[in-house]
C-alpha cells in the first residue's frame, strides 16, 4: 500500500473543521437553486476562481457571502453528511464539527433546524459507519458579544447536542478577553471549551485564550512558536493544538509548507493534530493535510503518532478512545 492510501486508513480524529467550510461549490448553488437564494458569484467555475485569498478576512468575505444558501434543517443535514462520508473515505472515525450559529441566526434560521440537521447526519453516519463526533458552537468574535449571549440562549433548552464552544472568525483585534462571560457561561452549562487563536493573531491571544477562557485545546496555534513562554503553557498543561496545514498556507499564515512551524511546535513537545478547517475552500480534506507533511519528510510512525494525539485530544468518551487507540 502506498504512503498516501495508508494515511486514508489510518484511524483519526477531525477536530477542526467548520461545517460551513465543507460546501463545495456544486452544492452552494443546489442549495441556491433549492432556496430560491443568489449567491454573488455566477456560476460554480466563477466561484471557484474566486477562491484566491490574500488572508483571512479575504477568505472570510467569501465564506460568509456564500452562507445565506443554508436555510432549512434538510440543508445542514445534507452538508453535514457529504462532510461525513468524504471525511469516512480519509479515516475520519470521529469529527467534531465547528457552527457559526450567530450567523445563521441572523441570516433568519432557528437554532433548532441547523443542530437538527446537524444531529442528524451525525446520528446516521454512527449508524452507517460507527462515527462518533458533535457539534461545537462556535462563537463569531468578530460580532457583538450579546449575539454570543443569544446563541447560547437559543441553544440551552438542547444543550445536550453540543459539545463545546469555540471562537472564530477575523482574530486580530478580537482577543479571547472580550469572551469571558461567554465561556464562564458555556463552562456552567457543561460545554468543552476551545478557541481559534495564533492563527493571525499575536502568541499572548494564545495564552488568553488558555488563561482567561480555560480552553481544553488551541485551534491553530502556530504563533505560540514565536514565544518559548507560550509554548512551555501549552506543554505543561497538555493542551493540544488543531493545526491545518493547507489552510494556514492558502490563508497566508505562512509563506510555504517548507515555512510551516509544526515541525518545530512537536520539537518543543507540544501535543499537535492535523485537521482540514475549511476542506471545500482550501484544497484538501483530512488526508490531504496529512499527505501534504510528506513534503516536511514526516514518516509513517510520525503519522500514526499524529493520529493518535487526534484521538486523545478528542471530546470522545473514554471507551471510544481506547477502541481507537
Ligand atoms: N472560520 C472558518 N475558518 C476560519 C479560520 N481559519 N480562522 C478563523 N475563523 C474561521
Ligand atoms: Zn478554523
Redesign the pocket.
Known amino acids: 500500500m502506498s504512503l498516501p492510501d495508508a494515511l486514508s486508513r489510518l484511524p483519526k480524529a477531525e477536530l477542526h473543521l ?1 461545517v ?2 465543507t460546501l463545495e461549490p456544486e452544492l452552494a448553488f443546489a442549495l441556491a437553486q433549492r432556496n430560491g437564494v443568489r449567491l454573488p458569484y455566477g456560476d460554480v467555475e466563477e466561484l471557484r476562481r474566486a477562491y484566491d485569498f490574500a488572508d ?1 478576512q479575504s ?2 468575505d467569501l ?1 460568509y457571502a456564500c452562507m445565506p444558501v443554508l436555510v432549512t434543517a434538510a440543508d445542514f443535514h445534507d452538508l453535514t453528511a457529504a462532510y461525513l462520508a468524504r471525511a469516512h473515505a480519509d479515516g475520519v472515525a470521529h469529527a467534531e464539527l ?1 457552527v ?1 450559529l450567530q450567523v445563521h441566526l441572523g441570516n433568519g434560521v432557528s437554532a433548532d433546524d441547523v443542530l437538527d440537521g446537524m444531529t442528524s447526519a451525525l446520528a446516521a453516519a454512527g449508524e452507517r459507519w460507527g462515527m462518533t463526533g458533535g457539534v461545537i458552537l ?1 462563537v463569531v468574535r468578530d460580532r457583538p458579544v450579546e449575539t454570543a449571549h443569544a446563541a447560547l440562549d437559543a441553544v440551552a433548552h438542547r444543550v445536550h447536542d453540543l459539545v463545546g464552544i469555540g471562537l ?4 486580530v483585534g478580537y482577543p479571547p478577553s472580550l469572551f469571558v462571560s461567554v465561556f464562564d457561561r458555556a463552562a456552567a452549562m457543561g460545554l468543552h471549551r476551545v478557541a ?1 487563536a495564533g ?1 493571525e493573531g499575536p502568541p499572548a491571544y494564545v495564552r488568553e485564550a488558555v488563561e482567561l477562557l480555560g480552553v481544553e485545546r488551541v485551534d ?1 496555534g502556530i504563533r505560540a512558536v514565536e514565544d518559548p513562554d507560550v509554548l512551555a503553557l501549552l506543554v505543561g498543561r497538555g493542551i493540544a493544538l488543531t493545526v ?1 496545514p493547507l ?1 494556514n498556507v492558502r ?1 497566508r499564515a505562512v509563506p510555504d509548507l517548507a515555512a510551516h512551524p509544526i515541525r518545530a511546535l512537536l520539537d518543543a513537545g507540544v501535543q499537535v493534530t492535523v485537521n482540514s ?2 476542506p471545500a475552500y482550501f484544497g484538501g480534506y483530512a488526508a490531504d493535510n496529512y499527505a501534504a507533511l510528506l513534503a516536511l519528510g514526516f514518516t509513517a510512525e510520525e503519522f500514526a503518532g499524529l493520529a493518535r494525539t487526534s484521538v486523545r485530544a478528542s471530546f470522545a468518551a473514554d471507551d471510544r478512545k481506547a477502541e481507537l487507540l
Open positions: 467548520h460551513e467550510g483571512l477568505f472570510l465564506y465547528f457559526d462556535c472564530d472568525s477575523a482574530e481559534h492563527e491553530h491545518c489552510s490563508l478547517d475549511d
